[in-house]
Each structure stands twice: as structure tokens, then as C-alpha cells.
């Protein structure tokens, strides 16, 4: 288990989830200042889960938060902690949370959470009771009966449906985050902000662009800049034109699939 190099994420390099930044702000705080908590009688932040479409930002939310208070930042897949053997799952998670104790203050992210804390059921197979031993030890990790520290969690899913009500329950993620797909204003800073360093003609109308790109996650828009600055270089200019961002928009639309590209479904995400 290695912590990731967060490099130099910030909150304004996550634009459209306002309302998800001040969710987050009490965890900065903690992480900042524990005693100040402690010291007003103010009630310790267990843990948060981000929870929303795919490419939303939800793993960039979590660096912008490790950044904001110098943690370490140790971010572990879902799907790693399903192992083959009996018992290996649950000592990973063990040592997971003594790797983030050892190296507090820290931020325990865990990506995909859904892949080991699927609800679960009487019945499975061999690798559905492991998977399940594994989420028990999660749980009795996040209990915290072990005082923690300077040890913070956090989650994100895009099928919170799917995840084990006993996750779910105060004490061990407190706060569900939602992380919508972006309006449209929130499009047009996503976009310039993944085209800062490019070198951008002025007839570019980011406004238009944004119009257009209804129902992309900030994914796609960093993916249409991407493609737009490769269009430019194909075509040897020295500036990226609108008419490469139009040429790009439509190369992605191909690309994506209409459930992709539609608003989730109500309720599938609150």
C-alpha cells in the first residue's frame, strides 16, 4: 500500500460541486486543527462518501482535500481488497488502516467502494463470503472501538444503491456527498480549466461549448479538450480554433453511448 502523490490539486481546479466543497470543508478543519474540535466539544467527522455518476470528479475532490490539509492521501481501489484467499482481504484492510495511523495525519480513500461493500446476502459462493468477511473487518475498522486519530475516511461510489445498509449507518460514513453531473455554467470553467495550458485561439466560444455538451461529466470535457489539441496538431496549427473543439465535441459524442451521456436516474444517487 503506497500513498499516491497528490501533486498540486486544489478546490479551484474542481469546479460545478459548490455545494459538495462545503460539505467537505468540516473534514479540512479537522485535519487542519483536531484539538480545535476538541478544545469547542465539536463532534469529529467519522467519515464521507462521494457519491455520483462516473468522471464527476469525485477522486479529484478527495486530493483537493488531502492537499488543503498537507494529509497523506493513501488511495486503495475496491476491487483490491477482493482476494483469492481466505483471510486476505480482511488483512489488507487491517494494515490499510495501520499504514493510514502510522502516517497520520492521513486520508483513507477508498475508490469503487460498491466492489467490497455490495449488500450482502444469505446465500453465494465461496468468493461472496470472503468478499463479506473482508467487509466485516471494514466495518469493524470503521467503527472505531481502536481510537483512529488524525485518520479520516473517505468513500465513492457511483451505485450507492447497491451498498450494505450497516456502511451507510452514522458513525461510520457520516455524510453523503452527492457529486452531480455539471450544469452548464459549471461546463464552461471545467473547460477552461483543462484548456489553461493550451494555447487557445480567440475565437473560441466557451459559452457555446458548454451549451453543447449537456450530460458530459467533467471526464468527457477534459476528454474533449484532449482531442481538440490533438485535432490542432494534425492539422499543424499553432492555436487550438473553435472549429477543432466542434470536430472534437462530435468524435466524443460518438464515443458515448446514450445511458453515458443521459442525467442518472431519480433517486439512484440520493
Do not use: W
Amino acid at each position: 500500500m503506497m500513498n499516491e502523490l497528490k501533486g498540486k490539486v486544489t478546490f479551484n481546479d474542481v469546479a460545478g460541486v459548490e455545494e459538495a466543497k462545503e460539505e467537505v470543508e468540516e473534514i479540512v478543519e479537522f485535519l487542519k486543527d483536531p484539538k480545535k474540535f476538541s478544545r469547542l466539544g465539536g463532534k469529529i467527522p467519522r467519515g464521507a462518501l462521494l457519491v455520483g455518476p462516473p468522471g464527476t470528479g469525485k477522486t479529484l475532490m478527495a486530493k483537493a482535500v488531502a492537499n488543503a490539509t498537507n494529509a497523506t492521501f493513501i488511495r486503495l481501489i475496491g476491487s483490491e481488497l477482493v482476494q483469492k484467499y481466505i483471510g486476505e482481504g480482511a488483512r489488507l484492510v487491517r494494515e490499510l488502516f495501520q499504514l493510514a495511523q502510522e502516517r497520520a495525519p492521513s486520508i483513507i480513500f477508498i475508490d469503487e467502494l460498491d466492489a467490497v461493500g455490495a449488500k450482502r446476502m444469505d446465500v453465494g459462493t465461496t468468493g461472496d463470503r470472503e468478499v463479506q468477511r473482508t467487509l466485516m473487518q471494514l466495518l469493524g475498522e470503521l467503527d472505531g472501538f481502536t481510537p483512529r486519530g488524525q485518520v479520516s475516511i473517505m468513500g465513492a461510489s457511483n451505485r450507492p444503491d447497491i451498498l450494505d445498509e450497516a456502511l451507510l449507518r452514522p458513525g461510520r460514513f457520516d455524510r453523503i456527498i452527492k457529486i452531480p453531473l455539471p450544469e452548464e455554467e459549471a461546463r464552461n470553467r471545467i473547460i477552461k480549466i483543462h484548456s489553461k495550458a493550451m494555447n487557445i485561439s480567440k475565437g473560441v466560444n466557451y459559452k457555446k461549448l458548454a451549451a453543447q455538451t449537456e450530460g458530459f461529466s467533467g471526464a468527457d470535457l477534459r476528454a474533449l479538450c484532449v482531442e481538440a489539441g490533438m485535432k490542432a496538431i494534425k492539422d499543424n496549427k499553432t492555436q487550438t480554433t473553435y472549429k477543432n473543439f466542434t470536430e472534437a465535441l462530435e468524435k466524443i459524442r460518438n464515443r458515448l453511448d446514450d445511458s453515458e451521456i443521459s442525467e442518472p436516474e431519480s433517486g439512484l444517487y440520493y
